[in-house]
């Protein structure tokens, strides 16, 4: 780009200026001097040539005047022939009229021989003075040539200091042919006029030569002179006089306005240049400005590209017509395709529009519009063939009429997002073990199949399935297994349903079924009937057989359900009541479960107040000896004297308080207080009944070390019950639990013997002291079954050295079959019902070894 400068367009521009201004006004003045100068020399060249016929004139007059005088008959015969003065000076002859009337200061008449014969002297004549003595010089050669020459011989002459002009010539008559006379006969007449000042005044008003007089030399000049030369040759000095100066004059006239004209000019010239110089540094100062605009639009434009290209893989730009007529390098180097190919090709033709992308309708608009759009999803094939997804933002251009002429824009390659965004919506749906439907994707399902009308509904079912024992299977094979076997309970769900419905895992071994049945609740009954059989097959897990059955509660839409969240609450109240109900079935949910399951909630929440309110109460009922009657020990038996409900029996409670884990606190309560009690009460023994769910904490075998150590209980006096399932649970964890509260000193019983799986495994591999016949058999001891069963556990019991308890003993007979047995303990209402501790108190101080007296009928 060409560099403006302020300097540079002095130098071009004002130097230039200022010198044509100067050399103007230089060349005005030197033409006006030069004009004025040649002016000057016109004048003085026209005032000499006037001073010269000035002189010339005067010589010719007095000539001529000379020649009026001599060439007279009166004068030829008074003053040549007869030399008459007296007719001389008379006055009108050659008298004083040649001063007075011509102005001649000396008039002289020579004779032939050369002698001064009469002289008139300023007007005077008299005496003759001699001519040549008054001019010495000239005179005589100017006398001669007058004597000879037809006309009259005119030179000046000096005459002392002063210059005369002196004319001479022969006095002859004027009939006389002069060349007939010989020189020497003629008599010659002679006028001489003073060049005085007053004659050269006269002259120069005559002739308009101003200050007309004599100096000595050129250098006197008044500025113009004539020399003055006598016939000699002698320098007479110089006639002078002042010229006019016309150009001078018109100097003097022009300059004054000339200057101030010049001045004026000048000034102009200077404002002009000024304010053209500044103008120039303005220029220079905006074409800096716009220089460094341009470097600032072309730094911008790099740094646009750089972003666009940055934060875009490609740019890109359309005609009108939405072809393609450009794309950056980069086109090629992510698509792999030459732009070549492609340009040309409208919008849509090398583009595929996600037309099903949501926000498609507004973008659709803005290029119906013609406006600005972003983030419009298209797919195209890159040069291997392969489909990728991109994103598109353009802006309109507009030409220079302000008329749409197409759009420039970006492109971004957002395949491996796209990608990326379908693997996390289907990892935020789907649930990473078993790749079935979350929670999240189910309610969905759910809440789009509740959107459809009532008929529709009608038909939908929802299964919630929990598996039973899956945790068993977690805690004893650890987690690894454990998500092996749900992969499979997965696979399994899946085989089960039809494509129509919708299985999903909603955590842990929970699972859910969606079902579309156009028969209901039949489809739903066949489905729960299909997923029991195939779930309840055994699993093979790391070379092991596993059973793990599941437990199906089902609810069904109805018009006036509520929505998803409620089928799904209701389903799962049909799952817990059927997984009450034994587990590895299923329940179909009615109203009444809700209301149940209330209550429940409400028991429970009743239940977590209790023990802070001392509302738990723990009852005693004697243990006795067979064999002699007396009080072996008591069991201790909690009860919760409910506020509204009154004493609650723990078959209402325990197993709540087992399924909200409050069993831990209560069992420890009980505890605490039945060993305080028991120590109160002389070397009888204390029967604490313990849960499953207690015994899965660690910290039990520590908690009773510390209750014995704080109650100063013997530890051989606390029995501990425990059932069947606690074994059941986790077999090794149990005996090494059994183990060490073996190694504290006290009892443990079995409990409820014969009720479980009663595996006669456990009575030798676990450290029992005591086995606990059910009261289900005691009551039932009329049926021969449970004779045998009695019979044969009794037997078990002495063949390994244990103590056997029968419970629930109400009868006389059950007595007499119990003692015949050989059954060392029996507890039941015939000996007492379970009574608070000071009942209790009160009945062992009263308590006889009889075994038909005593008895509390609490
Ligand atoms: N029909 C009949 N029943 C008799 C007779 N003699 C005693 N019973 C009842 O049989 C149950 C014996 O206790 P269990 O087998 O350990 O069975 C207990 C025990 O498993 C559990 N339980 C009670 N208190 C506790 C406790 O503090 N902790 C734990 N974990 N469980 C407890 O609750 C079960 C029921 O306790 P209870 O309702 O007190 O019921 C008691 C007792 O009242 C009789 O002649 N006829």
């Known amino acids: 780009?060409?560099?403006?400068?302020?300097?540079?367009?002095?130098?071009?521009?004002?130097?230039?200026?200022?010198?044509?201004?100067?050399?103007?006004?230089?060349?005005?003045?030197?033409?006006?001097?030069?004009?004025?100068?040649?002016?000057?020399?016109?004048?003085?060249?026209?005032?000499?040539?006037?001073?010269?016929?000035?002189?010339?004139?005067?010589?010719?007059?007095?000539?001529?005047?000379?020649?009026?005088?001599?060439?007279?008959?009166?004068?030829?015969?008074?003053?040549?022939?007869?030399?008459?003065?007296?007719?001389?000076?008379?006055?009108?002859?050659?008298?004083?009229?040649?001063?007075?009337?011509?102005?001649?200061?000396?008039?002289?008449?020579?004779?032939?021989?050369?002698?001064?014969?009469?002289?008139?002297?300023?007007?005077?004549?008299?005496?003759?003075?001699?001519?040549?003595?008054?001019?010495?010089?000239?005179?005589?050669?100017?006398?001669?040539?007058?004597?000879?020459?037809?006309?009259p011989a005119v030179g000046f002459l000096r005459s002392g200091s002063d210059a005369f002009l002196v004319a001479a010539t022969a006095i002859v008559l004027p009939s006389a042919d002069r060349a007939a006379l010989p020189p020497s006969s003629r008599s010659v007449l002679i006028f001489a006029k003073k060049f005085d000042a007053k004659f050269l005044a006269r002259i120069g008003e005559e002739y308009l030569l101003q200050n007309l007089r004599i100096v000595p030399s050129a250098t006197a000049s008044l500025g113009a002179a004539v020399p003055l030369r006598s016939l000699d040759g002698a320098d007479l000095g110089f006639v002078s006089w002042s010229p006019e100066k016309p150009g001078t004059d018109l100097l003097r006239f022009l300059l004054p306005p000339m200057a101030i004209s010049l001045v004026a000019f000048g000034l102009f010239a200077f404002l002009v240049l000024r304010h053209t110089k500044r103008s120039a540094a303005e220029i220079e100062t905006s074409a800096r400005t716009i220089e460094a605009y341009a470097r600032t639009l072309e730094d911008s434009e790099a740094r646009f590209r750089d972003v666009a290209e940055a934060s875009s893989d490609w740019i890109w730009e359309s005609d009108r017509d939405m072809r393609m007529v450009y794309f950056s390098a980069r086109f090629t180097e992510v698509t792999g395709l030459a732009a070549a190919g492609v340009l040309g090709r409208t919008l849509e033709q090398f583009f595929v529009i996600e037309r099903a992308d949501e926000a498609w309708q507004s973008r659709a608009q803005a290029l119906r519009a013609q406006e600005s759009f972003r983030d419009l999803r298209c797919r195209y094939h890159d040069a291997s063939g392969l489909l990728r997804v991109c994103r598109l933002a353009a802006r309109p251009i507009v030409d220079h009429a302000g008329s749409f002429a197409g759009y420039r824009g970006t492109a971004t390659d957002i395949t491996s997002e796209v990608e990326a965004q379908a693997r996390a919506t289907h990892l935020a749906l789907h649930d990473a073990l078993t790749g079935l439907p979350n929670r999240v994707l189910f309610h969905q399902r759910l809440g789009q199949a509740l959107e459809a009308d009532a008929d529709e509904r009608s038909r939908l079912a929802v299964l919630c399935l929990d598996l039973d024992h899956f945790k068993e299977v977690n805690d004893t094979l650890g987690h690894a297994a454990g998500d092996i076997l749900l992969q499979e309970v997965g696979q399994r769900l899946n085989a089960c349903i039809l494509p129509s419905d919708t299985v999903a895992r909603l955590g842990g071994d929970e699972f859910a079924i969606v079902q579309n049945g156009v028969n209901q609740p039949l489809e739903a009954n066949a489905l729960s009937r299909r997923i029991l059989e195939s779930l309840n097959r055994p699993y093979m897990v790391d070379g092991s057989e596993l059973h793990v059955g599941v437990s199906i509660g089902v609810a069904f839409a109805e018009a006036e359900n509520d929505g998803a969240d409620a089928l799904l609450k209701n389903a799962d109240i049909a799952l817990y009541r059927a997984k009450q109900s034994g587990r590895a079935t299923m329940r179909v949910f009615e109203p009444r479960m809700d209301i149940e399951l209330q209550a429940r909630k409400a028991l429970e929440y009743d239940l977590r107040q209790a023990l802070a309110r001392n509302q738990l109460e723990v009852h005693y009922q004697p243990l006795v000896e067979l064999e002699n009657g007396r009080i072996a020990g008591v069991e201790a038996l909690a009860r919760w004297r409910h506020p509204e409900h009154g004493l609650v029996p723990p078959s209402s409670f325990i197993p709540l308080a087992e399924d909200t884990g409050l069993i831990v606190g209560i069992g420890e309560w009980v505890l605490r207080t039945a060993c305080a009690q028991a120590a109160a009460w002389p070397e009888l023994r204390v029967a604490v009944n313990l849960s499953p769910i207690q015994f899965r904490h660690s910290e039990l075998v520590e908690t009773v070390r510390q209750v014995l150590v704080d109650t100063g209980l013997a530890p051989h006096r606390l029995e501990l019950e425990i059932t069947e399932s606690v074994l059941l649970h986790d077999a090794a964890a149990a005996r090494e639990i059994l183990t060490a509260l073996k190694e504290t000193g006290v009892f443990i019983v079995m409990d409820d013997f014969g009720t479980g799986y009663s595996s006669l495994g456990y009575l030798n591999s676990f450290p029992f002291d005591k086995i606990k016949i059910d009261k289900s058999f005691i009551s039932d001891l009329s049926a021969e079954k449970s004779n045998a069963i009695v019979r044969s556990v009794i037997g078990l019991g002495q063949s390994l050295n244990m103590i056997t308890t029968a419970e629930g003993v109400e009868t006389p007979e059950q007595v007499e079959f119990l003692l015949r047995e050989g059954c060392e303990q029996v507890q039941g209402y015939h000996f007492g019902r379970p009574i608070p501790a000071d009942a209790m108190t009160t009945l062992i101080g009263g308590w006889t070894n009889d075994l038909g007296e005593g008895r509390s009928a609490a």
């Open 1 to 151: 780009m060409h560099e403006f400068s302020s300097k540079g367009f002095g130098r071009r521009v004002t130097l230039p200026m200022s010198g044509m201004v100067v050399a103007t006004v230089f060349l005005v003045l030197v033409f006006a001097l030069i004009s004025a100068h040649r002016q000057n020399s016109l004048a003085v060249e026209s005032s000499t040539q006037l001073a010269e016929t000035a002189i010339s004139v005067k010589e010719r007059e007095i000539a001529r005047n000379l020649k009026d005088y001599a060439v007279w008959e009166d004068a030829y015969r008074n003053l040549h022939e007869n030399l008459d003065l007296a007719w001389a000076a008379t006055d009108g002859n050659v008298g004083a009229n040649i001063y007075t009337g011509l102005g001649y200061e000396m008039a002289f008449v020579v004779s032939p021989e050369g002698k001064t014969v009469y002289a008139v002297m300023n007007g005077e004549p008299g005496a003759p003075v001699d001519a040549f003595a008054t001019i010495p010089t000239g005179l005589r050669e100017l006398v001669a040539r007058g004597a000879v020459d037809a006309e």
